[in-house]
Structure formats: C-alpha cells, structure tokens
C-alpha cells in the first residue's frame, strides 16, 4: 500500500527542513541555539539534536537534490534572517516545498 504523500512529507521532509534550517541559522548565520530555536518555534534541545543529526536526517538527501526545494528554503533563510518570517509562515513554506518534490518525483517512491 502506497502511503500518501503528506504522511511522508511529515514524517521525514519537514524533520529534514528544519534541520536545515537550523544548522543554516546557527552554523552558517551565527545565531545563538536560542535565537534559532525562538525563530523556528522549537525548542533548544531540539535545535541542537538537529544541528547534531540526531534528528532529520532521514530526509536530507531528498531535500538537497532538488534545486527547487533549495530555492524556497533560500527564499525561507533570508526571511527568517531579515525578520519577515513568521511561525504561521511554516505551512506555507512546507506545502510549496511538498509540491515541489512531488512535481520533481522526489518523494514519489520515499
């Protein structure tokens, strides 16, 4: 039985985009822990089980192969950096980066 797309998406696209994003925002952008998990509307703990892989890396190559998906998660940094990022924006985000690995057949076989 095929499961659907949304139910792959949750369990290892969205653990891998925050991942990303996180190790983005303190590796790459010098944000403390605190203000990357403050931003993402996480917890610190898990911004650093993150940053460590002990958390979305199930994901991640699926994430880093499709140029589409690095482009909205691009266009998510720099909102996330000049402060135009809301935790609501989340959803939209992560809808448009589905549609975009469905589209490319990333996550058809996942």
């Known amino acids: ?5 949304c139910m792959t998406v949750v369990r290892y696209i969205l653990p891998a985009i925050r991942a990303k994003l996180a190790q983005e925002l303190v590796e790459k ?3 403390k822990s ?5 931003k ?5 703990a898990a911004i650093s089980q993150y940053i460590s892989s002990k958390r979305g890396q199930q994901g991640m190559e699926i994430l880093e192969k499709s140029t589409g998906a690095k ?3 691009d266009e998510l940094i720099e909102k996330i950096i000049t402060n135009e990022f809301q935790i609501d924006d989340e959803v939209e985000y ?10 490319e ?6």
Request: aromatic share 6%; with cysteine; charged share 25%.
């Open 29 to 31: 952008h010098g944000f």
């Open 34 to 38: 605190k203000d990357a998990a403050e």
């Open 71 to 73: 482009k909205i998660m």
């Open 40 to 44: 993402l509307g996480l917890t610190q």
């Open 94 to 103: 992560l809808c448009r980066i589905c549609e975009t690995l469905r589209n």
């Open 1 to 5: 039985m095929t499961k659907p797309p």
């Open 105 to 110: 057949g990333a996550i058809s076989d996942f």
